[in-house]
Each structure stands twice: as structure tokens, then as C-alpha cells.
């Protein structure tokens, strides 16, 4: 794309709100949807100024109602629009998961690919604040189980613009999960951006593959550098779907080792598909068993160190890479 | 529910009953056969047929314009045909053959042309709204007139997307019609039982929005409303709210055997058959004979059955074609 912005985003949210004021810019079928995205630029500001330099037929103001617009939305992306659609939070998707799930997964496959789905649905997750059990839950399993639906989760500033980007001009459905613990962080942007659909070699290492998304990245390269630990390999997933298992088959090929940290739930959680795969794939090259962390099957309760002591720690993780070498 | 708009066939175009007697007849013809082909296993799946709700598909169906949208329901086999998809297509896909409309991946239930503006037959109760909601909001910022519709039984209204789509048309001036079959009974239970109010049309005030009750077995009556409520929706004036009241024939689905209904209910609305309100009229009017009435009726049986001939001798898709079409490809 060609940014005509001079300096790189400075922050997560930044970069996001730079990718959705490009996409506008670039393709007048852009708009965007969303409770408080207009003149009140968003819950978590990530939409600020954008109503003010576009107007209101491009970011649009939806009542609380997510079944109506997002079900809207999908049938405007049916009928020529490209609609950037924001649920507030990812836990709030329960309330409008017919247009998702029924009718946006399907639609292309059922018409035979007579009918188009271009469509964003930027959702936050990102435990970690108190916002307790219906505001902190990582539900991108869910939607990675729906064929139909592209899943991406950016983890640095650099893909928070250039993956919004790329999923804007996707003409797939795309479930865009951004991380509200990231908002504040800072990076550059990268020059020469990666697809969407491959994953990252966020820290090239030798002794453990260690494969995540979203807001885990930074404690798994937090684990990298600890003294004393393994030499970690930290993978960046960027998507669930399209699942770049060549680069996840290729780093575990080296190490022997994989380790898998999510935020989201471990049972049942993307981690657990990711390790079958490269179980039946790599099972004589495999020196140890594929581990998983991720959060234990309990809804995420409100008290702060109930909370940290739920979630995954650079600590586990360099732990857990430590035990890893130690089998074999 | 409010009178306000006089529906005045003058002031909107309309096509001539005949017209809409013959789309009936199409309809009447390919729903009958259908019926028959699926209790006989010639079709798979499930499959809802909408006789005796003809004269809603003839009526808003010649009042669209060829590139106006269309959402509709599980029942939906009318509204496609009345808006201009065509049979062969539509009677290979109830076949599952790989030269149905949606190559076999879509079926009675979720039949779609979008290259006529078709969006989809849809087996979630109430999902059209959202969708048709959506598909005048493209209209509307592409600038195009068109107009959508979302077809919905009354069994629809107590979802909440029937209110959140609703709503939404209404607070952005939107160019929907919205079209509910009031047939009596949702799935197996008499819809006036499940609703303090069972007036739609009552419902549109709570969204400031206007709507209009119509004779649903007349296809005159609802071409009319259904051509000035087009027009309002094209003039700016947002979205209207159709209630046909008419009766569904058959079971919720084909082989339902209906033990809810009462006799003499069923027996009534028979009476009013949507064909003969319409053929009464036409002779009434020296607008047709009985014969002519009969060779059109004759003409779409023999259109129905020669897609039945063809769909049968038809292979069914390719095992590849379960693969194709879940994800586009991303342009270069």
C-alpha cells in the first residue's frame, strides 16, 4: 500500500487506525461499522478522527444492536460494500453469531462463489485488567472451526496496519482479533510486510519452537531472553486461518521441540489442532511430546491475582522450555 | 398499523394481472410437482413449499425492478421464481446435480441467483431481514435506487433480529421493504398464540416506520401496495412495512401432516385460492377466458415438468466441487 503518512504509526491502536484510514482512503466500497465508532471514535479510541475526516457515511454509528448491523454488514458485503465491522468486545459475539457463523462463512460456498463476502469483523480480546469473565475471553478457536472464515490475531504494531489492511482488501470474511493489552505498544512498521496466511520468526533460536499469537508474544520473548534459558525459537502465528504449518513443521524439523502458548483456554483451544498436526506429521522427528499452555478451563474471574495467576508468564513459558530440553 | 399511504395502482407501474396470474401458475406448478418429487425421494433434504402464498411472490415480485434485491426465507421457491430466476436451474439444484444454480451446495433451502439479485432462500428463521437491511444500505451508498426486500413469516417477528433490522432501516432511511407472509402458523403453532400483539403491521410504529395490511391471496391488491411502497423506498422515504396475510397449504416442511390445523380453518382459506382471486377477476374483466387461463396454467406445468425431465438425466457435481468455493482467491 502506499501510506502518504510521513512518520511510521508509533502505537498498536495508532497502527490499526492508520490501516482502517488507508483502506478507507484507497476503496470508497470501505466503510466502517460499529457501536460509538463515529463521532465518539470508539470505546478504546481506536477509531478517533476517522469519523471527522470521512463523515458519517463512511464510519457509521450502530445502536447496541450487534445481530442487526453485523447481519447488515454482511449483506452489504454481499451487495458491493466492504465493511470494516467492529464488536466491541470478542465476548460480545455471542449476541450476533448468525451472521458470522450462518451466513458469512457460507454464503460464497453455498452460491458456488456467486456471492462475495468481503468483510472485516475487528473484535478485541486481551485478559489481564479485571474486566472479568464476559470481557476477557480469547474465542478465535471458535471461528477458526467454521470453514468459511479467515482468522487473524496481529501481535505487533507493524501487522496491526499492514494485516488490517490486507484483510480489508481480502474479498473472505475475515475475524480480526485485535489484543486491547497491546493498544499502548509501541514498534515500527515493517518496510516489506508479510501476507497474510504466513507466520513470523519473531526470535530465531535452536533448542524449542515456541508458537503463539496476540498478547503472548511479548511474555514468550520475554522468555527468550532470560538468562540461563534455552534457545528459544518464538514463532508469531499472525493468522489461525490460514494456518502456516510449513513454518511451524520447518522451525519444529530443528529444535525437535514445539511449545505452544496461548491466552485463550487450553482445552479444546487452537493449540491443541496445531499439535495434532505436527504430532502426525513429525512424530519420528519430534524429540519431545508437543506441550501446550493456555489458559486453565475456568472463566476468567474478576479478582487481579486470581487473573495473573490464570494467565500464561514469560516465567511458564521459559519453564516449561527448560523441562521440554530437559526430556530429551 | 397505519393507512396513510393510499396504494393507487395509477400511480405506480404496474404489470397487468395477467402477468401476475401467470408467475402464480409458474409457482403453483413448480411447488406442486416439487411436492410430489420429494415424497416420492426424487429430491433430498427438506424443503418447504409456499402453495397458497402465490399471489405474495406475483404481487411484490411485478412490482420490483429486474435489479431491485431479494432476500427470503426457507419458503422461498416463489419469491425466486417471481423475481426472475429461472427453473431449470432452480429444479436441478432441489435435484442436487452439479448444474444447479449453486452447483448442489445449496438445495431448497438456501437456493440463491445473485446475478439476479437473488441473495438467497435462507434456513435461518429471521436472517433475512439483517441481510436485506444490508443490501439497501449498499444501495443507498452506492446511489443505486435499488430496493431490497426481505421476505419473513410471521413466526420471524418474535426474533430479535426481525427487531435490530428493523430498527436499523429505520434510523438510516433505508430503502427496504420488508414483506411478511403472515400464513397463521409458525412451524407448528398458531402465531396468534405467541404474541400478545399479532398484528405485524402494528409492530412498524414502534419503530416509527409505516406499514400497510393487505389481502395476501390477492395478487393485485399486493402489487399494488408493493409498487408505492418500492416507490416511497426510491423516493428517499425509508423503509415500508408489508403484511400479507394468507395461509400456507401444505406442513411447515413437506410430509408435516398438519394435525394443528383445524379442518374447517384449512378448508376456508382454500376457498380463496390465490389463482382463482386473480383467474374470477381476469374473466370478470374480459381480461381472459377460462381457456386461456387454463393454457397458461398448462404452459407452466409443461416448463416445470421438461426442467424435471432435464434434471433428472443431469450427474450429480463432481466430488471436487465440495472443495471449491469456501474461500475466494486474493487478488495479486
Redesign the interface.
Known sequence: MSSETAAPPQRYIDALNEGMAAAIEEDE?V?VIGIDVGAGGGIFRVTKGLHERFGP?RV?D??I?E???????????????RPIVEIMFMDFVG?CM??IL??AAK??????????IPIVFRMQTGAGKAAGAQHSQSLEAWFAHV??L?VVMPATVADARDLLLASV????PVVFVENRRLYGSKGDVDADPLP?GRARVARPGSDVTVLTWGQMLRRCLEAAGEAGAPSLEVIDLRSLVPLDLETILASTRRTGRLLIVHEAVQDFGAGAEIAARVGAELFDELRTPVRRIGAPAVPMPFSPELESALLPTSKAVSAAAQRLVAEG | MSTKTKHDAASSKTPPESQLFATMALIRAFETRVAELYRDGDIPGFVHTSLGQEAVAAGVGGALREDD?V?TTHRGHGHCLAHGMEVEGMMAELFARGAG???G??GSM?I????KGV??A???VG?S???????????K??GQGRV?VAYFGEGAVNQ??F???V??AA??NLPALLVCENNVYAEFTDSRTMARIPSVAQRAAGYGIEAEVVDGNDAAAVCALAADAAARCRDGRGPFLIEAETYRWHGHYEGDAQPYKPDEEAASWRERDPLEVSGARLIANGEATGEELERVRDEAAARVEAAIERARELPPPEPD?AY????????A
Open positions: 466500497r466503510v457515511e457509521i450502530a445502536p444492536s445481530m442487526g448491523y453485523v447481519g447488515a454488514a454482511v449483506g452489504a458485503a454481499m451487495t458491493g460494500l449476541v448468525d451472521p450462518n451466513q454464503l460464497r460456498y453455498m452460491t458456488a462463489g456467486a456471492l462475495e470453514p468459511g479467515k482488501r481480502d474479498p473472505n497474510l | 434485491y432476500a444454480i449453486c452447483h451446495k445449496g438456501h440463491a441467483d445473485p446475478s441473495l438467497g435462507n434456513a435461518i436472517a431481514l439483517p441481510l436485506a437491511v444490508g443490501a439497501a444500505m449498499s444501495s451508498h452506492l431490497a430479535g433480529a427487531h435490530e433490522a430498527n436499523l434510523i438510516w466441487e471449491a468455493d469456501v474461500f475466494g482467491e486474493v487478488p
